[in-house]
């Protein structure tokens, strides 16, 4: 049974740097053609997608947020982390990883709560 | 910047039948663009439907079926049930990155 579960700081200052940590179970990073990706939804908005890593150590970011962002996996630990630099209250959202394969994100976190307030 | 154009509600009988469909602003949707297909409900983590236009998961109701209509990716329900009422998020593939639909809120009325 695949399972993923986020995990961070519930709240950031802006200018801050966050940083999350996704982990994952029942799947193997190593496995050719699977990955781990990072969403977000603000509060009462629509889903965006931020980041992909595969066992490869290839990655994939969201070209609006490329400059933000950083994802890296430790394997040992089946960990993917995601840091998000200089943040700012509109970054304010649930954050979710998903394991991917095949072309479908077909397995969520439950999602972690990030608030970016003074 | 590339958008992914949803229809942002649209309303259902019962027992009815319904499409939604996903648009891409850089012409029209095929295979190569890989749909996916989520389901949200309130305070819920989305769940996915279909992905590969119309490859669904062993827990995808039998109800959806995904497609390529008119130049874009759709997600029909056929024999609506109450329960279905929820949001629903397309996923389109741009060569290694991946862009969201701004979502459809399905009323069952």
């Known amino acids: 049974q695949i399972t993923l579960k986020e995990s961070g700081p519930t709240l950031v200052k802006p200018t801050q740097t966050l940083t999350l940590t996704c982990t994952f179970s029942?799947?193997?990073?190593?496995?050719?053609?699977?990955?781990v990706g990072w969403i977000r939804q603000p509060p009462g908005k629509a889903l965006e997608w931020l980041a992909l890593?595969?066992?490869?150590?290839?990655?994939r970011y969201s070209p609006s947020l490329k400059s933000r962002l950083t994802i890296t996996k430790d394997t040992s630990k089946n960990q993917v982390v995601l840091t998000m630099t200089n943040m700012d209250p509109v970054d304010t959202a649930t954050y979710y990883c998903?394991?991917?394969?095949?072309?479908?994100?077909?397995?969520w976190g439950q999602g972690t709560t990030v608030t970016v307030s003074s | 910047q590339t958008v992914v154009t949803q229809e942002p509600s649209l309303t259902v009988s019962p027992g009815g039948t319904v499409t939604l469909t996903c648009a891409s602003s850089?012409?029209?949707?095929?295979?190569?663009?890989?749909p996916n297909w989520f389901q949200q409900k309130p305070g819920q983590a989305p769940r996915t439907l279909i992905y590969?236009?119309?490859n669904i998961h062993s827990w995808t109701p039998a109800r959806f079926s995904g497609s390529l209509l008119g130049g874009k990716a759709a997600l029909t329900l056929s024999g609506v049930q109450p329960e279905d009422e929820a949001d629903y998020y397309c996923?389109?593939?741009?060569?290694?990155?991946?862009?969201f639909g701004g979502g459809t809120k399905l009323t069952v009325l």
């Open positions: 890593i595969y066992g490869n150590d290839d990655k």
């Open positions: 996923l389109l593939y741009y060569g290694g990155a991946w862009v």
């Open positions: 029942g799947f193997s990073l190593s496995t050719s053609g699977v990955a």
């Open positions: 590969s236009t119309s």
């Open positions: 998903a394991h991917r394969r095949d072309y479908s994100m077909d397995v």
């Open positions: 850089t012409g029209a949707v095929t295979s190569g663009y890989y």
